[in-house]
């Protein structure tokens, strides 16, 4: 039967609505989990604070094992979500920027906007920076048009791309997650101690 | 306990305990709507509000923008937007029940408040790109791509993370 709205379970209407509570869940979360501090989030590229490493992978393992058993408990029809397209080198090229981006900015654009709320001024910074760069992709747009669009292989997913079956899948990633949890308190051990708030 | 909390509102909720609620909120919403969370597409939304207002006709005739132009209606009407509104709200409201809201720039006691802020701008600058050219940034590529196990999710994870810790080296002055 899911997803509700755009089987229309629940009035369009609702949309919007749905989003800001949505919206505030995820602030909440996000801001309560110490997101909001980019001297907390830069803490897992130098190994004293592993809060981005355990939040993300832990969300991403929950997530994908719940859509998955909703799926597999015929509440949820995977076949109709969204699923994020893979342009190859958009993706690759894109995100080799924004690692960048991150370890020298400290936030993510999802980060700064909840440090924005609490008063961070680096971030509300960091805000207009995103800003300046959307301007910029835009106005030199024909200049990355080639990655933007090219390199296109569809709306894939892992089991497109190598066969695997889905369940294996989500079984070894989160075995993965589990790993890197107990590696990366091993090394926060070793690491010189970085106070901040 | 309230002394407690208020001479410690650094204190953070356990990772494993806001990444599991964090899960429960992305499945959600894919229940809910279909689609994942996002950030940066509202602040794109705004870019594209903006340009449109100040020079319509060449919003109109760039390439990029044009495309979420609507003819009756304004850009910042949008999902995302909402989302993100809420974003500053709850943000708002964990900040407030923990004492963490106050205007100030954060950095390292060894880097000046300028340093801090040029930082943060090139970063800005360098993740808004990234983030158009990935068609989404860590919340709608990476986290909500890896939820329904998108491969371009888990590549752009996969290239946000292995350049930030290739690269961490030469930004460590800033933090540690």
């Keep these: 039967m899911g997803p509700l709205l755009p089987n229309g379970f629940i009035p369009f209407e609702w949309d919007s609505i749905i989003a800001i509570i949505i919206g505030i869940a995820f602030g909440f979360v996000l801001e309560s989990s110490g997101f909001s501090s980019s001297r907390k989030l830069a803490g897992v590229f130098y190994g004293y604070d592993f809060a981005v ?103 894939i997913t892992l089991i497109d791309s190598f066969g695997w079956n889905p369940y294996w899948i989500i079984f070894i990633f989160a075995i993965i997650a589990v790993v890197s949890f107990v590696i990366a308190d091993i090394i926060r051990k070793r690491v010189k101690k970085v106070f901040y708030e | 306990m309230k002394t407690k909390k208020q001479n410690n509102s650094h204190i953070y909720w356990n990772p494993y305990f806001g990444g599991f609620l964090l899960g429960i909120i992305i499945i959600f919403t894919f229940y809910l709507t279909g689609r994942g969370l996002g950030a940066s597409g509202a602040v794109k939304s705004t870019v594209v509000t903006i340009v449109d207002q100040v020079a319509p006709t060449h919003a109109e005739n760039n390439t990029y923008y044009s495309q979420f132009l609507k003819d009756d209606d304004t850009p910042m009407n949008t999902w995302l937007v909402f989302e993100a509104l809420g974003v500053i709200i709850g943000a708002f409201i964990s900040g407030s029940l923990s004492g963490r809201i106050r205007w100030r720039i954060q950095h390292s006691p060894k880097i000046s408040s300028k340093r801090r802020l ?11 790109l990234g983030a158009q050219i990935a068609r989404g940034c860590t919340s709608g590529a990476a986290l909500s791509g890896m939820a329904v196990l998108s491969s371009g999710g888990f590549i752009t994870m996969l290239a946000i993370f292995g350049s930030a810790f290739a690269t961490a080296y030469f930004f460590r002055k800033n933090w540690i």
């Design chain 2, 118 to 128: 040029v930082f943060a701008l090139l970063g800005g600058v360098l993740f808004g």
């Design chain 1, 53 to 155: 490493l355990k939040v993300f992978f832990t969300a991403a393992a929950v997530s994908v094992i719940g859509i998955y058993y909703m799926d597999y408990l015929g509440y949820l029809d995977i076949t109709q979500l969204y699923i994020h397209p893979t342009y190859l080198w958009g993706a690759i090229i894109g995100g080799v920027i924004m690692g960048v981006g991150f370890v020298a900015g400290g936030f993510c654009p999802g980060t700064s906007l909840c440090a924005v709320a609490i008063g961070k001024l680096d971030a509300w910074v960091y805000v207009f920076g995103i800003m300046i760069g959307v301007f910029l992709f835009s106005e030199l747009f024909p200049l990355f048009e080639p990655i933007y669009d090219g390199y296109f292989l569809g709306n």
